[in-house]
């Protein structure tokens, strides 16, 4: 919509500033192609300004629901496959560690089980997309 609100805007400056006295010098095709080559950079500059928007926006998400570190951490193994013991000997902490983080992990993301608290952190952008 942005983009289109530009090309129009452009048109109307051109149109009263009359392009052609300006660029008769200049053949139409390359006038067209310096305006394609600015609204290309144009876009390339929203694309690049939105995602980095974006991704901050990600690095909050678990603050946001009251996720700690570590227990972003656990869901990211949980997302790998791990068992809770398998979790446990990887970071070093009891089992009963994993089990409690797990069990907050459920509460904050409402999830029953694990399949649903690692399908809702991908949807929050919490942990990776599983690229196929």
Avoid: C
């Avoid at 149109?15 to 052609?20: D, G, L, M, Q, S």
């Avoid at 660029?23 to 876009?43: N, P, Q, S, T, W």
């Avoid at 972003?72 to 809770?84: A, I």
């Amino acid at each position: 919509m942005i983009y289109g609100s530009l090309m129009g805007l452009l048109m109307i400056v051109l149109e009263v500033t009359h392009y052609k006295a300006i660029v008769k010098d200049i053949r139409i095709e390359l006038f067209g192609a310096l305006v394609g080559l600015l609204f290309m950079a144009l876009g390339i500059w929203l694309g690049v300004t939105w995602f980095r928007k974006k991704n901050k926006l990600e690095k909050y998400d678990a603050r946001k629901l009251g996720l700690s570190r570590r227990e972003v951490e656990v869901l990211q193994l949980l997302s790998q496959g791990y068992s809770n013991q398998e979790i446990a000997d990887k970071l070093f902490v009891s089992l009963n560690t994993i089990k409690t983080h797990i069990s907050k992990i459920y509460q904050k993301l409402n999830a029953k089980r694990r399949t649903q608290a690692i399908q809702k952190a991908r949807e929050l952008a919490l942990i990776p997309q599983v690229e196929e």
